[in-house]
T-cell receptor
């Protein structure tokens, strides 16, 4: 009963380092999302993928890239990490038909020094 | 554009108190509305949803009614427990991106602390 799995759970980086956050879902969902959560700012959408092979920018895409590797996996890459990217990152997925809810992973807590 | 406004927290209650967390929205058309809950150190979980006007969503003793006339979806619980301490998020489904592209518009979250 895995649902949405994110790895790693915690990571500390130095400014300028690169890193890829992994996300996989086992619910056969078409749509997947990456959010960041910062105190007082709620959830902000970074990128999303409506279906395998497509990706689109959300509210705060600068400094990030994504890859929809297949239907299960949607990765988020920081090419050159900056302290402003210190945050908790959440991946989510949903069944694309109708008004289905999004299902979330447990998050990746990322600190950039 | 569409937006969601939640009451600011933190909200602090004693066990068995009545809870209301206000949520109002601005949207064109007839969006679906959701409440999510985030327990400490975890991701968000769907708590309840409503897809049309006058629908009542309910789960784990929580309720919310989709009120189109007041554009509201307030979360209520008659008797809170310590285990309800969490952050609660109101969200609406962005109908401007229909089908596969549909996104959620989020409120900023309301932190609830329940004391024994």
């Amino acid at each position: 009963n895995a649902g949405v799995t994110q790895t790693p759970k915690f990571q500390v980086l130095k400014t300028g380092q690169s890193m890829t956050l992994q996300c996989a879902q086992d619910m056969n969902h078409n749509s997947m999302y990456w959010y960041r959560q910062d105190p007082g700012m709620g959830l902000r959408l970074i990128y999303y993928s409506a279906s395998e092979g497509t990706t689109d920018k959300g509210e705060v895409p600068n400094g990030y890239n994504v890859s929809r590797l297949n239907k299960r996996e949607f990765s988020l890459r920081l090419e050159s990490a900056a302290p402003s990217q210190t945050s908790v990152y959440f991946c989510a997925s949903r069944e694309s038909k109708g008004n289905q809810p999004q299902h979330f992973g447990d998050g990746t807590r990322l600190s950039i020094l | 554009g569409d937006s969601v406004t939640q009451m600011e927290g933190p909200v602090t209650l004693s066990e068995e108190a009545f809870l209301t967390i206000n949520c109002t929205y601005t949207a064109t058309g007839y969006p679906s509305l959701f409440w999510y809950v985030q327990y400490p150190g975890e991701g968000l979980q769907l708590l309840l949803k409503a897809t049309k006007a006058d629908d009542k969503g309910s789960n784990k003793g929580f309720e919310a009614t989709y009120r189109k006339e007041t554009t509201s979806f307030h979360l209520e619980k008659g008797s809170v427990q310590v285990s309800d301490s969490a952050v609660y998020f109101c969200a609406l489904s962005d109908l401007n991106n229909a089908g596969n592209n549909r996104k959620l518009i989020w409120g900023l979250g309301t932190s609830l602390a329940v004391n024994p």
